[in-house]
C-alpha cells in the first residue's frame, strides 16, 4: 500500500488555470435610415456594418419594435414579430473579435398609407455597457404607382454587354433561356393596376430588326386592365442560334404613360453527353458477339431525341461489324438511357470506328470511339494406329474399330489434341445419347472436358470396356472445340461373353428333409462345355456352407472339353435358400449359377393328437381291446413311414399292418393295435417307434393292465409324545394301495374322539399309488394321557384297516418367554423379528397364534427345512392412538423374560428335538415369583396408561410352544404430506391432498386449516370431507396471496371428531411476482386526453387499504392514491395525454401497491393516432391592405421547445413571412400537480 500511495503522488503534477472575463464590444456605423419614397411593390435596400470591436465574439439578434404613443405623450415601444414591409437580413449571428458583419435593411411596401417607422434594436448579451443597445430608427414613405409589373428580380442589365444599345435605367427585363435551339420558351408574368381607374394598354416592338423580332412573340399585344385587377401577359421565345437576342417593346397606357421594356432570349447547347468517351472491346472470336452499355445523360429539364449513325466497314461487304440498340429514342429529363453497343468481328485484324449520335436540337454531336480485335481458334486432332497417324478433319466422320472386345475387357485408342493458335481454347466431348444402343454406356473418354493454352497438347485416351454382352455400331463420338470446329468419331465394336457352355444356370431342389431327419443328401450336376476354338480358364469363388458344398476348383477347358460340378443340397434350417454360385471366366467374366432349395422336416402325424397317449384300458383275463389311429402326412414331400420291428408281444399287443409305406402330401392311413391280454399284468406303459424317411422317432406310448386289489398302512400306531396344551402336532401315515383298480376308504372320526383329528378322512386311491393321512393331536386338557386302539379305517370290497394312536397333554407356559415392545406413531408400522430353529430330522409346519388385531406376524404358515432356522417378523400397526402427555414417565420398563433351560415351565425342554426361538433383546433371568409379581405391576400400569397389549402363542410341531408379550404405545401422527410449491401472488391456486380412510367404516373429517392471518393470503376450502371405508378422496383448498417474495407456512389438519383421531398435511407456499392483472389498451390522438378507469379491489374484511401508483411512461398521468374501504372495490383513473405521434404500438407498465397487499401491476398498451387540424383563421383583405390576427396555442411539454412555424400555401400569398418561416421559443406551463391532472 505504501509503494502505491508513493506512486501515486509521483503520478501527481499542478495544473494552472487562468481566466481573463471579458465583455462584448460592438460600434454601429448608422444611427438612423430614411428610405425615399417608394411605388408600392417596388424595394429599397440599404447596407450598413455591425462592427465587433471588443475581444471576444459578439452574439446578436435583431428585432423591430413599434412606435406607440404614450399616456404622457411620449412613445412607448412594443415588440411587433413581423412588421411586414420592413425586414432585416441576417435576424441573428456572431461577429468574431475585431471582424465586421454586413447587414441588409429592405423597405417593400404593400399598402399606400404614406409614411412607416419602426424601430431596429439590436440585442447583444455582455455588453460592456448593457444600456448601450445598438437602435435604428428606420422610416420610409410608400405611393401608389400607376402599374406594376409582377416580374422576378433580374441582373441582366447589370452583366449586359456593352456593344448593345444603352436603355434607361430600372427597365423591366424579361428574361428568356432556351436549352437548345428551335425550342419555344413561353413565359407568362402579371400587370397589376392598383389604382381606382380602368385604362387601356398596348405593346409595341421598337427593334426594328425584323429578323430578331420574329424570334419574340407577343400574344396579348393590347387590352383593358380594371382596377384594383391583374391582367396576364404571354410572351414567346424560339431560338434560331446560340447568339444572345433583345427586343425592345413600350407598355404604353394610352393617354397617361409610356414604359419602355425589354425582352431579352438566349439558347444554351444542351447538357447531353455520353458517360464515356471510348469502348474497348479487346479481342473477340469470329463469329462471337461482345456487348458493352454506353449511357446518354441528359442533365436537362426537357427530354431530347436522338438518333445513331450506321457504322458501316468496306472489307466487310457492306457488313456492319459495330451496332447499336436503340439506334433511336429520347432521352427523358434528368435521366438517361442505355445503349448496348455490340462488336462482332468477321475477320481477323484490328478495328477503330468513330460511333456517332446526333441530338435534336443540340448543334454538336456526341461521339464515342470503338475499338477492337477479331480472331479465331486454330487446334489439330490426330489419332494413333497401329501403323500410322492419321489427321481428322473438322466435321469429317473418322471410323475407329475397337474389335472383338471380351466382356470386361478394355480396348483403347489415343486421340491428340493440339493448340496451334494464339489463344486457349476449351473442349468438351459429347457422349451418344439412348439412340445409339446399349453398348454405347460402355464407352468412356479421359478427359471428357479441359483446356489447353497455346502451344500445348493433349492427349485424350477413348476407350471401349463393356460389362455385359453389347456392340458398337457406328456410334458418333463428337469433341467440340468452344467457339470452333468440332471432330466425329464413328465408332465400332463388339463386347462378347467366352463361349463357355453350363447345363443350367438355374437349378431349384425344392423342399428337401433336414439333414438331421434324412440319411440321404441332395445333389445335382452342371456339366460345362468348353465351344470356344482356344482354352478357356475358369474358377469357382466359392466357399462351401453347411447347407451348400460345390465340387470345384479352378480349372481350365480345351476347346470342346466338358466337366461336371456336383452341388450337394443339405438344409439345416427350415427356411428358404437362395445361393449364387460365381464362375469367374478368364478372370474378367463371371457367369452366375443360381441354387435354391427349401428345408422341410419328415411330418407324419397323429391325426387325433390325445392318441399320442392310447390307453388300450384295464381288462380281464381273456377280454380284448382294439384300438385304430390315423396317421397323416404333413410334409411338403413324399415321406416314407414304416412299423416294422415293431414288437409288443410280451404285452399280447398286434399291430397292423407293420409293411412300409409311402404317404404322399395330406394322406392318412389307419393303424389297428390289439390288445389280448392271456395272463395278469400290471399297469405297462411301451413307447412305439416308427420309422419316418428312414430314421426312427417315437410315434406312440400304449397303456394298459389287468387289474387287482391290495391296500395297506405303513404302521400300526402312531405315538405323539407330551404336547403342550393349545399346541398340534401332525403325524403322517402311508395308505398304499399295491393293487390295480382303485378303491374307495372312509376312516371312522368318531373313534378318534375330540382331541384326534385325520385329513383327508375319506378318498379313493387309484391303483398302483400312495396316499398320505396326516394326523393331528391337539390336546385341550392338560395332564392327560390319550390312547386309541383300533381305530378303523374303512375300504371297499376289501377288509377295513386298523390304526393305534397314542399322546399326552402338557400344561400351557404361565409367563412369556420375552415381552417385545413397540412404539410408532399412529398408523405407521414398526416391525421386529423372531428366530424359529428346526433342530430335528423333520420337516415343520409352524401355524402362530396372535391376540389384538393391531398385531399381526408374517407368514402366517412358516414351513421349515431341518436344522433349518427362520424369522417371524411381528408388525405393530396402530388405528388409534394411545400416547398421553401424563404417560411419557416410566412407559417402557424392563420385561420379566424366561428363558429356554431346564426347569423352565413354559420353555423348550432339554433334549427329545425340542425348537429353539430366540428375539434380539437381551433380557435378565429373574425368579418365577419376582416375575409374577412384576407381570402383575406392570398389566395394572398399562391398564393406568393406557397402552395397548397382546400375546403372540407358537406351537411347536414336537409339542412344544413359546407365549410372547407385546407392548404397543401409538403417538402422535406424522404429517401425511409436504406441500411445497411457488405460486404467483394475486392468481389463485388450487392445491389437492389425499385423505386416506384408514378404517373399514366411513368416516367424516373436520377440516381445519391453520395459515397465519397476517401473511397476506387467503386459504379456502370445504369445512369438512366423507371418506369411504379404507379408500381415499381428494381434498382441494384455494391459496390467493396478495403480497410477492414472501414463504407462507401452515397446516391441513383432517379431525375424525367423532374418536378424536385426525391426519395433517404440511404446507408451505413460496409467493412469486404476480402477472399483469389486466391488459389496458389506449388509443388517443395526439394532443388529446384519454381517460380509463382500472378497477380495484380490497378483499380484507376489516382494513382500509391505500393504493399508491407508479408508471413507467410520462404520457401516463394519475391520481397519487386512491383508498378502498374493506371488502369492497374502488375506480382508479388513468389519463392518456400523447404529444408525440409513434407509429405502433407502445408497452408500459402501471404498478399499484400498498403495504398489506403487495402490488397490482397492469399492463398498459398506448397507441397514438394523427393529430387533426386545428381551428381555421380566415382573412378578408381588400387589394393593398393589411389584416393581422393572432394565432393561439398551447404549450404542454414540461421542458423548453422551439416551435417552427411554416407556410405550407401550394401558390405565391400576400402573407407575410420570413425565409419561409418563423422560430417561436416557448417555456413550459407552470407544473401541474398529480390531482389537477387527474381532474382535467
Given at each position: ?467 455385359s454382352e453389347s456392340h458398337l455400331d457406328k456410334v458418333r463420338l463428337l469433341c467440340r472445340i468452344t467457339n470452333g470446329n468440332t471432330y466425329v468419331l464413328q465408332l465400332t465394336g463388339q463386347g462378347a461373353p467366352p463361349g463357355l457352355h453350363f447345363s443350367f444356370r438355374k437349378f431349384d431342389f425344392g423342399p428337401c428333409f433336414l439333414s438331421t431327419h434324412t440319411s440321404r443328401p441332395y445333389t445335382a450336376v452342371l456339366t460345362i462345355t468348353n465351344r470356344e476354338q482356344k482354352d478357356v480358364s475358369y474358377d469357382v469363388n466359392w466357399e462351401n456352407k453347411e447347407h451348400l458344398e460345390v465340387s470345384a476348383g479352378a480349372s481350365v477347358l480345351q476347346p470342346n472339353e466338358k466337366r461336371d460340378v456336383t452341388f450337394t ?223 378303523p379305517c374303512f375300504i371297499q370290497n376289501a377288509p377295513s384297516l386298523q390304526l393305534n394312536l397314542t399322546g399326552s397333554c402338557l400344561e400351557r407356559p404361565a409367563q412369556p418367554a420375552e415381552v417385545l415392545r413397540f412404539q410408532t406413531p399412529v398408523r405407521q408400522s414398526q416391525q421386529k423379528q423372531i428366530k424359529v430353529t428346526n433342530p430335528t430330522g423333520q420337516p415343520w409346519t409352524v401355524r402362530p397364534q396372535i391376540e389384538n388385531d393391531n398385531f399381526s406376524v408374517l407368514p402366517l404358515l412358516l414351513e421349515l427345512r431341518p436344522h433349518e432356522t427362520a424369522t417371524y417378523t411381528v408388525v405393530y400397526t396402530p388405528t388409534v392412538t394411545t400416547y398421553r402427555p401424563s404417560t411419557i414417565t416410566n412407559l417402557m ?337 407552470p407544473a401541474v400537480t398529480p390531482a389537477a391532472a387527474a381532474l382535467q
Amino acid at each position: 500500500k505504501e509503494a502505491a500511495a508513493a506512486a501515486a503522488a509521483a503520478m501527481q503534477q499542478q495544473l494552472l488555470l487562468q481566466q481573463q472575463l471579458l465583455q462584448q464590444q460592438q460600434e454601429l456605423m448608422t444611427r438612423g435610415l430614411r428610405f425615399r419614397t417608394t411605388k408600392m411593390f417596388q424595394t429599397r435596400t440599404y447596407d450598413f456594418l455591425l462592427r465587433n470591436t471588443g475581444k471576444v465574439a459578439l452574439q446578436y439578434q435583431w428585432r423591430w419594435l413599434l412606435l406607440l404613443a404614450g399616456e404622457t405623450g411620449g412613445e412607448e415601444h412594443e415588440e411587433e414579430t413581423e412588421p411586414g414591409m420592413f425586414s432585416v437580413t441576417p435576424v441573428e449571428g456572431t461577429v468574431g473579435a475585431g471582424a465586421a458583419q454586413r447587414v441588409t435593411v429592405r423597405y417593400a411596401p404593400v399598402d399606400v398609407e404614406g409614411s412607416h417607422e419602426r424601430l431596429l434594436s439590436c440585442r447583444i448579451p455582455n455588453l460592456a455597457n448593457p444600456e448601450a443597445q445598438p437602435v435604428l430608427r428606420v422610416s420610409g414613405t410608400s405611393e401608389c404607382p400607376l402599374v406594376h409589373f409582377e416580374l422576378g428580380s433580374s441582373d441582366y442589365l447589370q452583366r449586359r454587354p456593352p456593344e448593345f444599345a444603352s436603355v434607361e435605367v430600372g427597365t423591366p427585363v424579361l428574361e428568356f433561356s432556351s436549352r437548345g435551339v428551335k425550342i419555344r420558351q413561353t413565359r407568362r408574368f402579371y400587370v397589376v393596376n392598383p389604382t381606382a381607374f380602368s385604362y387601356e394598354f398596348e405593346w409595341v416592338d421598337e427593334t426594328g430588326d425584323v429578323a430578331v423580332s420574329a424570334l419574340f412573340n407577343c400574344h396579348t399585344p393590347r387590352g383593358v386592365i380594371h382596377s384594383g385587377k391583374k391582367y396576364e401577359m404571354v410572351f414567346d421565345f424560339t431560338p434560331e442560334t446560340l447568339d444572345l437576342r433583345e427586343c425592345r417593346y413600350k407598355f404604353n397606357i394610352l393617354g397617361k404613360l409610356s414604359v419602355p421594356f425589354l425582352v431579352v432570349g438566349q439558347a444554351i447547347e444542351p447538357d447531353i453527353l455520353f458517360d464515356q468517351a471510348r469502348l474497348n472491346f479487346g479481342s473477340v472470336l469470329l463469329g462471337a458477339k461482345q456487348r458493352q452499355v454506353v449511357r446518354i445523360e441528359n442533365k436537362e429539364e426537357l427530354p431530347f431525341a436522338f438518333a445513331f449513325d450506321k457504322v458501316m466497314d468496306t472489307n466487310t461487304e457492306t457488313r456492319s461489324v459495330v451496332s447499336v440498340a436503340p439506334t433511336q429514342g429520347t432521352v427523358p429529363a434528368q435521366g438517361m438511357v442505355e445503349v448496348e453497343v455490340t462488336f462482332a468481328p468477321f475477320t481477323e485484324e484490328q478495328y477503330n470506328y468513330n460511333l456517332v449520335c446526333r441530338v435534336k436540337k443540340k448543334t454538336t454531336f456526341l461521339t464515342c470511339n470503338i475499338k477492337g480485335e477479331g480472331y479465331t481458334i486454330h487446334e489439330s486432332m490426330t489419332i494413333r494406329s497401329a501403323h500410322d497417324t492419321v489427321q481428322l478433319q473438322p466435321s469429317v466422320p473418322t471410323p475407329i474399330d475397337f474389335g472383338r472386345v471380351q466382356v470386361n475387357d478394355r480396348a483403347v485408342r489415343v486421340v491428340t489434341l493440339a493448340n496451334n493458335g494464339r489463344y486457349n481454347l476449351d473442349f468438351k466431348w459429347q457422349r451418344p445419347g439412348e439412340k445409339a444402343g446399349p453398348g454405347a454406356r460402355f464407352l468412356q473418354v479421359t478427359p471428357e472436358i479441359g483446356s489447353l493454352a497455346k502451344g500445348e497438347k493433349c492427349s485424350i485416351e477413348v476407350a471401349f470396356q463393356p460389362t455385359s454382352e453389347s456392340h458398337l455400331d457406328k456410334v458418333r463420338l463428337l469433341c467440340r472445340i468452344t467457339n470452333g470446329n468440332t471432330y466425329v468419331l464413328q465408332l465400332t465394336g463388339q463386347g462378347a461373353p467366352p463361349g463357355l457352355h453350363f447345363s443350367f444356370r438355374k437349378f431349384d431342389f425344392g423342399p428337401c428333409f433336414l439333414s438331421t431327419h434324412t440319411s440321404r443328401p441332395y445333389t445335382a450336376v452342371l456339366t460345362i462345355t468348353n465351344r470356344e476354338q482356344k482354352d478357356v480358364s475358369y474358377d469357382v469363388n466359392w466357399e462351401n456352407k453347411e447347407h451348400l458344398e460345390v465340387s470345384a476348383g479352378a480349372s481350365v477347358l480345351q476347346p470342346n472339353e466338358k466337366r461336371d460340378v456336383t452341388f450337394t443340397f443339405m438344409p439345416k434350417d427350415i427356411v428358404h435358400y437362395d445361393e449364387v454360385v460365381p464362375f469367374e471366366i478368364n478372370q474378367l467374366y463371371t457367369i452366375p449359377v443360381s441354387i435354391s432349395g427349401e428345408g422341410t422336416v419328415p411330418r407324419v402325424e397323429l391325426v387325433n393328437p390325445a392318441h399320442k397317449l392310447l390307453n388300450l384300458g384295464a381288462l380281464r383275463e381273456g377280454e380284448t381291446a382294439r384300438r385304430t389311429v390315423k396317421v397323416v402326412c404333413k410334409s411338403k414331400v413324399a415321406t416314407p413311414f414304416s412299423l416294422e420291428g415293431v414288437d409288443l408281444s410280451q404285452y399280447s399287443i398286434a399291430v397292423q399292418p407293420t409293411q412300409p409305406m409311402e404317404l404322399r402330401p395330406k394322406e392318412q392311413r389307419a393303424i389297428e393295435f390289439v390288445f389280448t391280454p392271456k395272463q395278469r399284468l400290471r399297469p405297462f406303459s411301451a413307447e412305439v417307434q416308427a420309422s419316418v424317411a428312414g430314421i426312427m422317432r417315437p410315434f406312440l406310448t400304449l397303456s394298459g393292465a389287468c387289474q387287482g386289489v391290495e391296500v395297506f398302512l405303513d404302521a400300526k400306531t402312531v405315538s405323539f409324545g407330551p404336547v403342550v396344551q393349545g399346541a398340534t402336532v401332525y403325524r403322517k401315515v402311508l395308505l398304499t394301495n399295491s393293487g390295480d383298480i382303485g378303491v374307495h376308504f372312509a376312516w371312522d372320526v368318531k373313534a378318534l374322539g375330540a382331541d384326534f383329528t385325520v385329513q383327508p378322512q375319506e378318498g379313493f386311491v387309484q391303483g398302483h399309488n400312495d396316499l398320505t393321512i396326516e394326523f393331528q393331536f391337539h390336546p385341550t386338557q392338560a395332564g392327560r394321557d390319550t390312547i386309541l386302539e383300533a381305530v378303523p379305517c374303512f375300504i371297499q370290497n376289501a377288509p377295513s384297516l386298523q390304526l393305534n394312536l397314542t399322546g399326552s397333554c402338557l400344561e400351557r407356559p404361565a409367563q412369556p418367554a420375552e415381552v417385545l415392545r413397540f412404539q410408532t406413531p399412529v398408523r405407521q408400522s414398526q416391525q421386529k423379528q423372531i428366530k424359529v430353529t428346526n433342530p430335528t430330522g423333520q420337516p415343520w409346519t409352524v401355524r402362530p397364534q396372535i391376540e389384538n388385531d393391531n398385531f399381526s406376524v408374517l407368514p402366517l404358515l412358516l414351513e421349515l427345512r431341518p436344522h433349518e432356522t427362520a424369522t417371524y417378523t411381528v408388525v405393530y400397526t396402530p388405528t388409534v392412538t394411545t400416547y398421553r402427555p401424563s404417560t411419557i414417565t416410566n412407559l417402557m420398563l424392563p420385561a420379566t423374560t424366561t428363558t429356554s433351560g431346564a426347569g423352565g415351565t413354559g420353555g423348550a425342554r432339554q433334549g427329545g428335538g425340542g425348537g429353539n426361538v430366540s428375539t434380539s433383546s437381551k433380557d435378565t433371568p429373574q425368579t418365577s415369583k419376582e416375575a409374577a409379581k412384576e407381570a402383575a405391576l406392570r398389566e395394572a400400569q398399562l391398564r393406568e396408561e393406557g397402552l395397548e397389549r397382546g400375546t403372540l402363542f407358537i406351537p411347536l410341531p414336537t409339542g412344544e410352544a413359546k407365549l410372547y408379550a407385546l407392548e404397543g404405545i401409538a403417538e402422535a401422527p406424522l404429517a401425511a404430506g409436504v406441500v411445497e410449491k411457488e405460486v404467483q401472488c394475486k392468481v389463485l391456486h388450487t392445491e389437492r391432498l389425499v385423505v386416506q380412510n384408514w378404517l373399514k367404516v366411513p368416516q367424516r373429517f373436520k377440516v381445519t386449516r391453520n395459515f397465519p392471518t397476517d401473511s397476506g393470503a387467503v386459504v379456502k376450502g370445504l369445512d369438512d370431507i366423507d371418506v369411504p371405508p379404507q379408500a381415499s378422496r381428494d381434498y382441494k383448498f384455494t391459496f390467493l396471496s396478495y403480497k410477492d417474495s414472501t414463504r407462507v407456512t401452515g397446516t391441513v389438519t383432517f379431525t375424525n371428531e367423532d374418536t378424536k383421531e385426525y391426519l395433517f398435511y404440511q404446507c408451505a407456499f413460496k409467493t412469486l411476482p404476480a402477472p399483469p392483472l389486466e391488459t389496458v389498451v389506449l388509443r388517443a390522438p395526439v394532443r388529446q386526453r384519454l381517460r380509463k378507469e382500472i378497477t380495484v379491489e380490497n378483499p380484507l374484511p376489516d382494513k382500509t387499504i391505500t393504493l399508491t401508483a407508479k408508471c413507467d411512461s410520462t404520457e401516463i398521468t394519475f391520481p397519487p392514491s386512491v383508498v378502498v374501504p374493506p371488502a369492497s372495490e374502488a375506480k382508479f383513473p388513468v389519463t392518456y395525454f400523447p404529444l408525440v405521434f409513434r407509429a405502433g404500438d407502445t408497452p408500459a407498465k402501471l404498478v399499484l401497491s400498498c403495504p398489506e397487499l403487495g402490488e397490482f401491476p397492469h399492463q398498459l398498451i398506448l397507441s397514438t393516432l394523427p393529430a387533426g387540424t386545428e381551428r381555421t383563421i380566415r382573412f378578408t383583405c381588400q387589394l393593398g391592405q393589411q389584416q393581422t390576427q393572432m394565432v393561439r396555442f398551447q404549450h404542454y411539454a414540461r421542458v423548453n421547445a422551439e416551435f417552427q412555424c411554416k407556410f405550407g400555401d401550394p401558390k405565391p400569398t400576400v402573407f407575410v413571412k420570413t425565409n419561409g418561416q418563423a422560430v417561436i421559443k416557448v417555456a413550459p406551463a407552470p407544473a401541474v400537480t398529480p390531482a389537477a391532472a387527474a381532474l382535467q
